[in-house]
């Protein structure tokens, strides 16, 4: 490269020289030869032409354009690392999401024996008793059928079943006379029998039905009433536990029976 530009230059040299004896006038002005005889002679001489005025252009626009690639690649590498920063948040999110979202909902089941509370309140306050006022289990038995007081109406039950009936006394014994309703307290009662069979309380129209029983009791009485229930007669025969569920809109009242 650097004899084809020092060839040149003589070659131009030459020409100018000639150019001068010649008729016609040279194209160039006396600055502009004395100029290129200079670079002619910096280029015999040996040394680098780079530091004079005179500069190879493709060269300068070639180096020129790989600072700009190389300034165009380090501003394209920033972004890709600010992207790879918000994929790891944006999989960081996820993963935050998927966890509460695969978390399972958990339901809490009350799986006791007997479903009993030992804390929760006694019949009497479930029943919204005044004070001395008293409800007593006294057992069960069978019957199979039922009649009202002046022994005009049986009530029978399907055939196979018989009648399962729980027995209380409800005593006063507040100094007062008291007010029993227990069809106002709008009450419901169910019967498990032997941790496997349960059956809902009939309302049958006698007076000794507990669910319907309305009265006043004067201080020192008491009434017997009953509640009456619907079974198999061979679950009867073999009972082996019982609990009572009382219910109404405000909640329940769970008692095992012995």
């Known amino acids: 490269m650097k ?57 300068a626009e070639d180096e020129d354009g790989a600072e700009e690639k190389t300034e165009e690649i380090d501003e394209t590498e920033e972004p890709a690392e600010d992207t790879v920063d918000d994929m790891n948040d944006d999989a960081t999110e996820q993963d935050e999401v998927s966890d509460e979202t695969d978390k399972p909902e958990i339901d809490v089941v009350d799986v006791s024996a007997d479903n009993t509370d030992p804390a929760g309140p006694t019949l009497e306050e479930f029943l919204q008793f005044a004070e001395g006022l008293t409800i007593t289990y006294k057992g069960y038995e069978c019957r199979e059928s039922l009649t009202n007081q002046s022994g005009s109406y049986f009530y029978d039950p399907e055939e196979g079943n018989c009648f399962f009936i729980l027995n209380y006394t409800v005593y006063n014994s507040s100094g007062s006379t008291q007010d029993v309703d227990f069809l106002y307290g709008g009450y419901s009662f169910g019967l498990n029998i032997n941790g496997t069979k349960s059956v809902v309380a009939h309302e049958i129209p006698i007076n000794e039905d507990l669910p319907t029983y309305i009265g006043r009791l004067a201080d020192g009485t008491g009434v017997n009433l009953m509640i009456t229930f619907e079974c198999d007669s061979s679950l009867a025969d073999s009972v082996e536990s019982l609990k009572l569920t009382v219910k109404n809109s405000e909640g329940s009242c769970s008692i095992v029976l012995e």
């Open 3 to 59: 004899n084809r530009i020092v060839f040149g230059a003589c070659a131009f040299a030459c020409a100018a020289s000639l150019s001068a004896c010649s008729i016609e006038a040279s194209p160039y002005t006396q600055e502009e030869i004395d100029m290129i005889g200079e670079y002619s002679a910096l280029l015999i001489a040996g040394n680098n032409p780079d530091s004079s005025r005179l500069v190879d252009m493709e060269i």
